[in-house]
Antibody
Framework: EVQLVESGGGFVQPGGSLRLSCVAS????????MSWVRQAPGKGLEWVAN????????YYVDSVKGRFTISRDNAKNSLYLQMNSLRVEDTAVYSC?????????????WGQGTPVTVSS | DIVMTQSPDSLAVSLGERATINCKSS????????????LAWYQQKPGQPPKLLIY???TRESGVPDRFSGSGSGTDFTLTISSLQAEDVAVYYC????????FGQGTKLEIK
């Protein structure tokens, strides 16, 4: 069974940092593009970042460029999101999601997500 | 950015009846080189992450019941549930992947 399990969320003050992790199982992690997607409380979905299989291509939504860094460790079947200079508007549930082998078009499956709260 | 707008925001349909959700993109998501619409549909039940239902606007994901179908091209798309079941109560999202990735605001589907 394909499974994605996130961790690392929590409560942080504005300007603080968090590192999210996502462990994958049930598929060949190193063969797929991977993404982070977030959902603010009571709001819709927003793609945050994605990364190619070898880690050499990374893309971000404009609102997190320069503050967030996506990375992966294929030996550990793990995806990461380093979040710095956090803002109140970054409050959301962050989920990792699998893309495709050839790129990222749609997201399937998604992890359950880890909540991030940014507040003073 | 390509803006995705869904209608209606909420919908109540009787069991066994047809449910129709619309999605409009601010620009065409039809890629001329492969004639594919870069549009997907998801279902999100309470407390669960989104689940992919449809991609390329009309291709059903493996394991998705055939009562779910997608149609449309260019800027206007529709998700249809042919005979609503109780387990279909959820929020449905469309998503474009033509340029970046943006989602519609969601449509909440309930039983009448």
């Amino acid at each position: 069974e394909v499974q994605l399990v996130e961790s690392g969320g929590g409560f942080v003050q504005p300007g603080g940092s968090l590192r999210l992790s996502c462990v994958a199982s049930g598929f060949t992690f190193s063969s797929y593009w991977m993404s982070w997607v977030r959902q603010a409380p009571g709001k819709g979905l927003e793609w945050v970042a994605n990364i190619k299989q070898d880690g050499n291509e990374k893309y971000y939504v404009d609102s997190v460029k320069g503050r967030f860094t996506i990375s992966r460790d294929n030996a550990k079947n793990s995806l990461y999101l380093q979040m710095n200079s956090l803002r109140v508007e970054d409050t959301a549930v962050y989920s990792c999601a699998r893309g495709q082998v050839t790129g990222t078009n749609w997201f399937a499956p998604w992890g359950q997500g880890t909540p991030v709260t940014v507040s003073s | 950015d390509i803006v995705m707008t869904q209608s209606p925001d909420s919908l109540a349909v009787s069991l066994g009846e047809r449910a129709t959700i619309n999605c409009k993109s601010s620009q065409s998501v039809l890629y001329s080189s492969d004639n594919k619409n870069y549009l997907a549909w998801y279902q999100q039940k309470p407390g669960q992450p989104p689940k992919l239902l449809i991609y390329w606007a009309s291709t059903r994901e493996s394991g998705v019941p055939d009562r779910f179908s997608g149609s449309g091209s260019g800027t206007d798309f529709t998700l249809t549930i042919s005979s609503l079941q109780a387990e279909d109560v959820a929020v449905y999202y469309c998503q474009q992947c033509y340029r970046g990735y943006t989602f519609g605001q969601g449509t909440k589907l309930e039983i009448k």
